[in-house]
């Protein structure tokens, strides 16, 4: 181990950590609220209503999707600190 890695680590502890908590709370949310624009979807009467509850799932996958490739990004800055 070089001094580089033993500086770092705890620093990667954190990051780690940080990510952890980021992918409970977009997974955890995340399902919730999909669950409930698909329930507004599925209740939802009119055309106009249809077609925003359809908006907020796209919004949904996208986000989730962002996440956990902002976490992959993450990973990979990671590996090219330690």
Known sequence: MTILST???PVLDIINNWVLV???????????AFVLAFLWKMTAVEPKTVLQAKQWIQ??????????MASTLVDVLKGSLG
């Open 59 to 68: 919004r949904i996958v996208v986000g989730t999707i962002g996440v956990e």
């Open 7 to 9: 500086n770092v680590q």
């Open 22 to 32: 980021g992918r409970a709370l977009v997974g955890s949310i995340g399902a919730l």
